[in-house]
Nanobody, 122 residues
């Protein structure tokens, strides 16, 4: 099995910063793309950012210029630096990994973390 564990969420004021971390562990063969998604109450889950093994990145329009995604391939860990936070950034943030397990190295799957709450409030 592949497990993802997020950390770093919390309560911050508008304009503040948070850094989220997500570590993949377990029976990993290869993690290809890692990313962050978020979901606010009553809204659809949306892409925040993702990153390939070669560090190509993709950002959602609402976070461009404010958030930065990075990863450490050796540690199977992805990070999300969130700056200039706004109340509308309030959501549960989910870590995602697209890759394969040791039991099925050629079969790629999406794996999800349990989510971490980010609340931006004055």
């Amino acid at each position: 099995q592949v497990q993802l564990v997020e950390s770093g969420g919390g309560l911050v004021q508008p304009g503040g910063s948070l850094r989220l971390s997500c570590a993949a562990s377990g029976s990993i063969f290869r993690i290809n793309t890692m990313g962050w998604y978020r979901q606010a109450p009553g809204k659809q889950r949306e892409l925040v950012a993702d990153i390939t093994r070669s560090t190509s990145t993709n950002y959602g329009d609402s976070v461009k210029g404010r958030f930065t995604i990075s990863r450490d391939n050796a540690k199977n860990t992805v990070y999300l630096q969130m700056n200039s936070l706004k109340p509308e950034d309030t959501a549960v943030y989910y870590c995602n990994a697209f890759g394969s397990s040791l039991s099925s190295p050629l079969s790629r799957n999406n794996y999800w973390g349990q989510g971490t709450q980010v609340t931006v409030s004055p």
